[in-house]
Every structure is written in structure tokens, then in C-alpha cells.
T-cell receptor
Framework: GAVVSQHPSWVICKSGTSVKIECRSLDFQATTMFWYRQFPKQSLMLMATSNEGSKATYEQGVEKDKFLINHASLTLSTLTVTSAHPEDSSFYIC??????????????FGPGTRLTVL | DQQVKQNSPSLSVQEGRISILNCDYTNSMFDYFLWYKKYPAEGPTFLISISSIKDKNEDGRFTVFLNKSAKHLSLHIVPSQPGDSAVYFCAASDSSNTGKLIFGQGTTLQVKP
């Protein structure tokens, strides 16, 4: 099956710093990538939808200036958490959808990134 | 507003028995439903899906049933195996909305040997 990678798998940073998380589709082209966050024992909450070459669409309540998303190529999307604070500590997961199109093309998920802000 | 709900946070079954995980949704625009399996600190793994034009889809030990009138779907695993122990999420999407997935809260399944 299709493989999606995330880097780093975990990161610890100081409050006020920025952290960049990469999401790559390794063996397919993804026109659309999605970013989720998951708090302990809770559901995956969609943060934003990222389309290659265009601006990301953010879900209600997600600060676009705090969570910067860039989808510069068909295989790479990045999420930058700017001026991170302890409440941003969470598990961030990306998913990628195959280029062949159609709203119901399967999404493949990355392994996630554990962010801890001290 | 929780559009996709999994009301049972946990389920425990004996190995070899059937596991039934339930999911309810409220948005009638949803036309595609998926089940994912997730281990801690890992991304979800796709299990099985069903389109709203069907009421059943089967793949090996996994069967998903959809009752559109009740806005309810269920995942049956039979026979259950200890390796099935994980968190199971149902998710829904509608074809008019970029295919984004709305997830339920998850159900932790424990299969006892």
C-alpha cells in the first residue's frame, strides 16, 4: 500500500519557538494532504486541508497564523507550529490522498509526530 | 457538534468470538464511511470502507454494515484475534466536501486470549 512518512516522529521544544513537521507521500503523488491533531484518548480532529500549490483551508477554530501549512509539491506538505506553547503539545498526524482524484480516494496516514512544548 | 459518534469507549471480547463496534452519524450528506485501526503513537491504518449505495461490505474477517435510515454503521470482526486489540475509529465523508474525514471518538477493543 501507499506509504506516508512524517518527520520528526517526536520533538520537544521550548515555549515560544517554532517547530516544523514534514509529511511526505513516498510512492504516490498527493494533490491533497490533511493535517490532524489528537489529544490523549480523544478523536482525530481535522485542522486543515492542504492542496498542492494553493492555500490551505483551515477548520473552524484553527488559527492559520499559528499553524502554517505549505504544500509546495505533490509529495510534501509541511506544518509549522509558530510560537509554540504548552497547550500546543499534541500528536499531529498527516494524511495524503492519491492523485488519481475523486473525493473518495483513500487517505493514507503518516505515523504521527509527538510534539511536547515545555 | 459531534457529527460522528462512537458511544462505546471500550469493548472486551474473548478470542474467537465476534467483535461488534458501532458508530452513529448525524450528517445526512455523508456518503462514504471508513473504519481505521490505530495503535498508540502511530497513524491510523485503513481497514474497510463502504459507500452509501451499499448496506454491506466484507473483507476477510471484517464486515461493515450500513443502515442509512438509522444513520448507523457497525464493524464486525469474526473471529476476533488478540492482534485485533487496538483503537478503532469510524470516519465519514461527503463527496461534495473535498473528501475530508470526520472521525468518531474511537473504541478501544481488547481481545482476550
Amino acid at each position: 500500500g501507499a506509504v506516508v512518512s512524517q518527520h520528526p516522529s517526536w520533538v520537544i521544544c521550548k515555549s515560544g519557538t517554532s517547530v516544523k513537521i514534514e509529511c511526505r507521500s513516498l510512492d504516490f503523488q498527493a494533490t491533497t494532504m490533511f493535517w490532524y491533531r489528537q489529544f490523549p484518548k480523544q478523536s482525530l480532529m481535522l485542522m486543515a486541508t492542504s492542496n498542492e500549490g494553493s492555500k490551505a483551508t483551515y477548520e473552524q477554530g484553527v488559527e492559520k497564523d499559528k499553524f502554517l501549512i505549505n504544500h509546495a509539491s505533490l509529495t510534501l506538505s509541511t506544518l509549522t507550529v509558530t510560537s509554540a506553547h504548552p497547550e500546543d503539545s499534541s500528536f499531529y498526524i498527516c494524511s495524503a490522498r492519491d492523485y488519481t482524484g475523486g473525493a473518495h480516494n483513500e487517505q493514507f496516514f503518516g505515523p504521527g509526530t509527538r510534539l511536547t512544548v515545555l | 457538534d459531534q457529527q460522528v459518534k462512537q458511544n462505546s469507549p471500550s469493548l472486551s471480547v474473548q478470542e474467537g468470538r465476534i467483535s461488534i463496534l458501532n458508530c452513529d452519524y448525524t450528517n445526512s450528506m455523508f456518503d462514504y464511511f471508513l473504519w481505521y485501526k490505530k495503535y498508540p503513537a502511530e497513524g491510523p491504518t485503513f481497514l474497510i470502507s463502504i459507500s452509501s449505495i451499499k448496506d454491506k461490505n466484507e473483507d476477510g474477517r471484517f464486515t461493515v454494515f450500513l443502515n442509512k435510515s438509522a444513520k448507523h454503521l457497525s464493524l464486525h470482526i469474526v473471529p476476533s484475534q488478540p492482534g485485533d486489540s487496538a483503537v478503532y475509529f469510524c470516519a465519514a465523508s461527503d463527496s461534495s466536501n473535498t473528501g475530508k474525514l470526520i472521525f468518531g471518538q474511537g473504541t478501544t477493543l481488547q481481545v482476550k486470549p
